[in-house]
């Protein structure tokens, strides 16, 4: 009880006090506000430590302890340090986002939407994923983001206790993120709004990892038998738009590198085959995630114990270990 007291004290400074004081102090200093904050939360959030660990040592069995401390407490910090630009959603513009983003892979992006198919960007939940909507947004181009529906707090923490307290953050967290450049897409009602987004030529972006869909894909991941959602793959059947990975990932002075990878190849055997083609494709881009994973484990930590912790049955379940 005492330790729910401690982290709503904390959400009611960060959302209000901290995000009042963001409008007028500079985003270095922000950052360094995250890191403290981060540091803080790696002390108290003790279930979140040890569920994270617990996460990333079944991908990696070999790591050693004293790494995979580390590598926590860095995912506890980049955890918030990614709240903190939250903050400043509903005050950037194509100025400020440029100053802080990077882009490689965006001409290839550019000659691809010149075909009028649409254009699929494979997202995960490493890095500050969010922040390839203002990243494109900005830049005049029309990228739509397959979400959560606005009620998804009830929807997610159906089965769990929150404060109100908590529950209110979320919900001012939603209010900033729909400030983002972007069309919002909901699939909950199956995927013509999607499909008509891409058949107009405009971009979609999709986390293959996010945990809301139905008839989830067994794959490798790590070594352990993971489920993602086929819904990216159909909407490239369907529309011939080209699967591009795309990473986001945060860079040691805290800019965003977005990273935009070469399309996903449609092997021949699998043309006539939707399951084969949904595979191949789903396993080239696992490969290409776990290189990222494998190399910034502390962009990804939290992402694994937030699915562990809204796993609702075994049928969303990310790993099913």
């Known amino acids: 009880m005492f330790?729910?007291?401690?982290?709503d004290l904390i959400r009611l400074f960060?959302?209000?006090?901290?995000r009042w004081l963001?409008?007028?102090?500079?985003?270095?200093?922000?950052?360094r506000i995250g890191n403290v904050l981060g540091s803080i939360l790696y002390g108290f959030a003790r279930e979140r430590r040890q569920t994270m660990a617990n996460e990333i040592r079944a991908c990696f069995p070999g790591l050693d302890p004293g790494r995979l401390k580390r590598i926590v407490r860095a995912a506890m910090i980049c955890f918030v340090k990614d709240q903190c630009d939250v903050l400043l959603y509903p005050?950037?513009?194509a100025d400020k986002t440029e100053a802080i983003t990077r882009i490689t892979g965006l001409e290839l992006l550019l000659e691809l939407q010149q075909q009028k198919t649409g254009v699929i960007l494979l997202l995960c939940h490493l890095g500050?994923?969010?922040?390839?909507m203002p990243a494109l947004g900005f830049r005049g181009l029309h990228i739509g983001q397959v979400s959560l529906p606005a009620d998804a707090v009830t929807v997610v923490f159906a089965d769990q206790k929150i404060s109100p307290v908590h529950k209110r953050m979320l919900a001012l967290k939603r209010k900033m993120e729909e400030s983002l450049p972007t069309r919002h897409i909901f699939l909950e009602k199956g995927l013509w709004e999607a499909l008509n987004w891409l058949r107009a030529g405009n971009i979609l972006a999709i986390a293959v990892d996010g945990r809301y869909g139905h008839?989830?894909?067994t794959m490798s991941f790590c070594g352990r038998p993971a489920q993602y959602s086929p819904s990216p793959f159909i909407l490239a059947l369907?529309?011939?738009a080209p699967l591009l990975p795309t990473f986001i990932l945060r860079e040691n002075n805290d800019q965003h590198h977005v990273i935009i990878e070469p399309p996903l190849a449609w092997p021949a055997e699998s043309q006539n085959s939707r399951?084969?083609?949904?595979?191949?494709c789903l396993s080239a881009y696992l490969k290409r995630l776990e290189h990222y994973f494998n190399a910034y484990p502390e962009q990804y930590g939290m992402f694994l114990y937030l699915a562990h912790r809204h796993t609702f049955s075994q049928e969303n379940a990310l790993f099913l270990q």
């Open 128 to 132: 500050s994923n969010q922040f390839l």
């Open 215 to 217: 008839r989830f894909k």
């Open 3 to 7: 330790i729910e007291f401690i982290k």
């Open 275 to 280: 399951e084969l083609f949904i595979e191949h």
């Open 91 to 93: 005050r950037l513009d």
């Open 14 to 18: 960060f959302w209000y006090p901290l």
């Open 22 to 31: 963001s409008n007028c102090i500079p985003r270095t200093l922000l950052m």
């Open 238 to 240: 369907r529309t011939g």
